[in-house]
Structures are given as C-alpha cells and as structure tokens.
C-alpha cells in the first residue's frame, strides 16, 4: 500500500506548478519530503502522471535501463523519469550490482536465504532401518542439543544465584 494517495500527490504537485509555494514551503505544509514533491512534479513533467511504485523488475529490464542510460549519458534521475521507475536510487543499485556480478547478479531473485538446512540430519525413516552413519549423526545431533540445554540451564542458575547475593549484600548495607 502508497505512503501517500494518487490524490494527495496530485493536490501538493499542483500546489507547486501553480506557484503556491516553493518546495520547503509545501514540504512543512503537506508534512511531506521536499524530494518527493520534486520528484512527483517532474514525473508530471515528463509523463503527464505520478507513476505508482513498482516493487518487482525483471532482469531484462534492468538491463535494458542501464544499457539506455550509458548510450543516452543520462542521470539516474532522468532515466528514472523516463522508465516510470519511482526511486531512482534503484538505477544505482542495479549498477552496483551490475559492476560487481556482471548480468547474472541482475538476474536474481531478492530475499533472504533460508537459515534452515536444505536436508534433515533425522532420517525420514523408522528408526529400526537407520544405516550406522545416519544412526550416528543423529546421536551426535542429540549430544549437541542437551549440552547446549545444559549450558542454558547452568547459566540461568548463575545467574539467580548472583541476583539472590546482590539482594542480600544491599539488604545488609542498608542495615
């Protein structure tokens, strides 16, 4: 969901072409950044609308928009402007991206990768027909899970034991 409605842009943008105000003046006014009311006016400027924000771009794309920009010599902004592209910071990451994985780093997909391991260490099986390495994994799984339990346990001992004494030294300092 927009930050801000089609309407609300449309009323600060023509605020701003209609010289009511210069873009600091309108910013405190709407309570809004002075680099969005800019944007949003040359968007109108450029296109006759204020494009709605696109979360997803294909590597085609993108590579068609950095391939535009070096032949034009154009600003991110300005290739911004002119493929509907809300943020132009967007340009400059693919850029990055580009620079540093050449065409396969524009190709691929966004997100985070899976903190889970792809293939249970615990068979899938009945335990009766686990194979002495599967077997032993599991075992050595297990191991690994009571000592770090343990150590949980021993550590919150500690630590209320230290809080019981830090009671009894203020009790005996303030008699």
Not at 73 to 97: P, V
Request: hydrophobic share 30%.
């Amino acid at each position: 969901m927009p930050k801000y409605s089609e309407e609300f842009k449309i009323k600060v943008v023509n605020a701003y072409l209609s010289n009511e105000g210069g873009t600091k003046f309108l910013a405190k006014k709407y309570n809004v950044a002075r680099s969005c009311i800019r944007q949003w006016a040359a968007q109108c400027k450029a296109t006759g609308k204020i494009t709605q924000p696109t979360r997803h771009f294909s590597g085609e794309f993108k590579l068609k928009v950095l391939n535009y920009q070096q032949e034009h010599h154009l600003s991110d902004l300005q290739t911004a402007l002119i493929f509907g592209i809300t943020n132009h910071g967007t340009i400059c990451a693919w850029r990055k991206k580009y620079i540093t994985g050449g065409t396969e780093a524009l190709f691929q997909k966004q997100g985070r990768r899976s903190k889970m391991p792809k293939k249970s260490l615990i068979p899938n099986k009945p335990r009766e027909e686990w194979t002495k390495d599967e077997e032993l994994a599991y075992l050595r799984m297990e191991n690994d899970f009571l000592k770090k339990y343990l150590a949980l346990v021993q550590e919150d001992d500690r630590k209320k034991q230290q809080q019981r004494k830090d009671r009894e030294q203020s009790k005996l300092s303030e008699n």
